[in-house]
């Protein structure tokens, strides 16, 4: 009974707080340069990460010099912190926090993490190399204009209750300001059109798992992430036999006896261990000794794509419409 009263009242907040923007009378921010934001209307992994990767590489493709802004969640430092200057690194995975810190030494882009996201994206677009803002998890911050809403949508999301009941952070009607849905699956679609605009893009995205082991290889897998049967479910889909799961925390900070237990998995099984990218300096970093000596580490990466033009289209012309309006 006690949480459904604080999801009501969590839902009445919730729509007063978008009413406020939607009607103006809470401030929005605009910078100098087109902001892209990638975000979710549920709390938890929804594969933002892989998203804002591809969408930058994509903004690379067509010229553009991209520069992403996130919170830094988890992070050993405060205020705002360049953790990226677009030459060179310039922070460490303990004061960045592990998504950005993924982000900047896999793309090698200007990255800026901040509890507040207009801070970091004004610092970015006044003082780094870029010409383009993405966000990575900006639904929510309303605070900062930008020209393009992409919400990732997934199954558990479409049958998602409101907090703290259940995970969404808004309710799906929530969908109707997003530019670009991309959905999980293709099964999807259509329940998910439902909440948009008719000029919403509502399409589906592929995932696609890049490891250098061996198939014939049993891995040992070890993740420090929101959901972690998405890993298994890739690992296995390329043919991998998972020996052993070590799933722990989001966000996960290693300890010396957590590489214990994954190097007595490895050697229990004669098995290779593969980990994420956001898991991967954080394992290196709590190596100070012999704890992982002689066992062999790989990454699983995950890439996420989006078949045909119209997604990148709808993305550009907003990028032009919105240097236009800055230069009027």
Known sequence: ???????????????RRNRQFNDRT???????????????????????????????????????????????YRRRSRGLLVVHGGAHMLASVDSAGDEAYMHATTLG???????????????????????????????????????????LVDEATLHGSLLPVGRLRE?????????????SDEKLIDKTRSFCEHSTIVTHTTVMLQCDVPTSKSVIMVSGIAHPDRMRRALEQAGYTIAERLAYPDHHRYRTRDLWNIRDAALRHNAVV??????????????????????????????MAIAGPE????????????NRTNQE
């Open 1 to 15: 009974m006690m949480r459904k009263l604080l999801q009501t009242l969590y839902g009445l907040i919730i729509d």
């Open 26 to 72: 809470r401030p929005v921010v605009r910078v100098t340069v087109p902001v892209i934001s990638v975000g979710n209307v549920s709390t938890g992994g929804t594969g933002k990460s892989p998203a804002v990767q591809m969408i930058v590489r994509m903004l690379q493709n067509h010229g553009y010099r991209p520069a992403i802004v996130l919170r830094g």
């Open 311 to 322: 997604v990148m289209g709808r993305i550009l012309q907003d990028i032009e419409n919105e």
């Open 274 to 303: 593969v980990t994420t990218e956001k898991d991967i300096a954080k394992i290196q970093m709590a190596h100070t000794s012999n704890e992982l000596q002689n066992i062999d580490i790989h990454v699983a990466r995950i890439q």
């Open 109 to 151: 882009v200007p990255v800026v993490v901040s509890n507040d996201k207009v801070e970091a994206a004004a610092h970015a677009a006044g003082c780094l190399p870029c010409d383009v803002i993405v966000v990575d998890d900006g639904f929510q911050h309303r605070a900062l204009h930008r020209s393009t809403d992409i919400v």
């Open 171 to 183: 309710p799906l009607a929530s969908l109707h300001r997003a530019t670009i849905v991309l959905c």
